[in-house]
Nanobody
Framework: VQLQASGGGLVQAGGSLRLSCAASGRTFSTYAMGWFRQAPGKEREFVAAISVSGGSTYYGDSVKGRFTISRDNAKNTVYLQMNSLKPEDTAVYYC?????????????????WGQGTEVTVSS
């Protein structure tokens, strides 16, 4: 599967953005999906993950209550709705696919990566 992220941009603090990650191939519905981000000069960190069925979701502590991950298996797409954005959310956001949800909740496991989409939150 190949992953293509989109939806990044410049937004003011307190605003919202929705990122999308479109997957090619017929096996999207067999992958757990996740979002990660990497700010300048910092390590890549986990943001959110969703199970194959969409029934289970997990979030990093810094985004809980503000971000929502969802997926549409019919459209081969995973989304990240980001609300109440803060300047510290500024980063390049990456989507990832893994064989199990545990794989897409950590940067340390092997997974498929998409290219990043840049999010900038101004104060």
């Amino acid at each position: 599967v190949q992953l293509q992220a989109s939806g990044g941009g410049l937004v003011q603090a307190g605003g919202s953005l929705r990122l999308s990650c479109a997957a090619s191939g017929r096996t999207f519905s067999t992958y757990a999906m996740g979002w990660f981000r990497q700010a300048p000069g910092k390590e890549r960190e986990f943001v959110a993950a969703i199970s194959v069925s969409g029934g289970s979701t997990y979030y990093g502590d810094s985004v809980k209550g503000r971000f929502t991950i969802s997926r549409d298996n019919a459209k081969n797409t995973v989304y990240l709705q980001m609300n109440s954005l803060k300047p510290e959310d500024t980063a390049v956001y990456y989507c990832a696919a893994g064989s199990a949800i545990v794989v897409v909740t950590t940067t340390r496991s092997s997974k498929l990566w998409g290219q990043g989409t840049e999010v900038t939150v101004s104060s």
